[in-house]
C-alpha cells in the first residue's frame, strides 16, 4: 500500500537553515505538500509542490521533489524558535491523501 | 475562534467501554474527517463524509462508527473499546468534496486532536 516515511525528529540553531526529509511509495501521487502542526493547534496546510515540478520556493520554504526516488524535501531558511513544530508530509492524489508521522523540529536558540 | 473543534482532549478507557468523540465546525465546510495517529503509520483515514448524511469508511474502519448528525458535526463512536484503539484521534473538515488538501481553498483544517488511552 501507499506509504509517507519522515524522519521523527530534527533539532536545529536558531538561524541555520532546517532540512525535513520524506520519502513516499505511491508513484501515482499528483500532489506532494506539507502541513505544519503548532503546540497546541490542529495541522494547517504549509506549501505544496505539483508532481511535475522540481522546486518551489515560497519566502523561507523551499520545497525540493525528486521524482525518480520519490523524495520530497522541506527547508527553512533562517529558522526561528517559532518555527519549532511538528511538520506532516503528505501525497496525494484526486481520491486519496496519506500523511506522515510527522517530524518533530526544535529550534534552540 | 473559528476551527475544528474536538471533544474530549483527553480520554481513558476500560477495554469493553464505549464513549464518542465529538467534533463540530463553524465554517460550513462540506466535507469531514476523522484520522487516528499512531507512530509509525502516519495519519490513517477511519471514517469521512463528503456531505451531511452520507459516510464512507476510509482505511481504518473496524471498530468504529460515525455519525454526520448536521453539517457542523461528525462524531465518531467506539462501541467496544480496545487497547489496540489507543491513538490520538483528529477531526479535521474541508471545505471541498474529497481529499485535495494541498489545494489552499479546499485544505484540510484539523483540531487539536483527542489523547485516547483503552487499558
Known amino acids: 500500500g501507499e506509504d509517507v516515511e519522515q524522519s521523527l525528529f530534527l533539532s536545529v540553531r536558531e538561524g541555520d537553515s532546517s532540512v525535513i526529509n520524506c520519502t513516499y511509495t505511491d508513484s501515482s501521487s499528483t500532489y506532494l505538500y506539507w502541513y505544519k502542526q503548532e503546540p497546541g493547534a490542529g495541522l494547517q496546510l504549509l506549501t505544496y509542490?505539483?508532481?511535475?515540478?522540481d522546486m518551489k520556493q515560497d519566502q523561507r520554504l523551499t520545497v525540493l521533489l525528486n521524482k525518480k526516488d520519490k523524495h520530497l524535501s522541506l527547508r527553512i531558511a533562517d529558522t526561528q524558535t517559532g518555527d519549532s513544530a511538528i511538520y506532516f508530509c503528505?501525497?496525494?492524489?484526486?481520491?486519496?491523501?496519506?500523511f506522515g508521522d510527522g517530524t518533530t523540529l526544535t529550534v534552540k536558540p | 475562534n473559528a476551527g475544528v473543534t474536538q471533544t474530549p482532549k483527553f480520554q481513558v478507557l476500560k477495554t469493553g467501554q464505549s464513549m464518542t468523540l465529538q467534533c463540530a465546525q463553524d465554517m460550513n465546510h462540506n466535507s469531514m474527517y476523522w484520522y487516528r495517529q499512531d507512530p509509525g503509520m502516519g495519519l490513517r483515514l477511519i471514517y469521512y463524509?463528503?456531505?451531511?448524511?452520507?459516510?464512507d469508511k476510509g482505511e481504518v474502519p473496524n471498530g468504529y462508527n460515525v455519525s454526520r448528525l448536521n453539517k457542523r458535526e461528525f462524531s465518531l463512536r467506539l462501541e467496544s473499546a480496545a487497547p489496540s484503539q489507543t491513538s490520538v484521534y483528529f477531526c479535521?473538515?474541508?471545505?471541498?468534496?474529497?481529499?485535495?488538501?494541498?489545494?489552499?481553498?479546499?485544505?484540510?483544517?484539523f483540531g487539536q486532536g483527542t489523547r485516547l488511552t483503552v487499558v
Open positions: 509542490i505539483f508532481s511535475n515540478m
Open positions: 463524509s463528503a456531505s451531511e448524511g452520507t459516510t
Open positions: 479535521a473538515s474541508s471545505a471541498g468534496t474529497g481529499h485535495r488538501f494541498w489545494v489552499p481553498g479546499t485544505e484540510a483544517f
Open positions: 503528505a501525497e496525494g492524489n484526486a481520491g486519496k491523501s496519506t
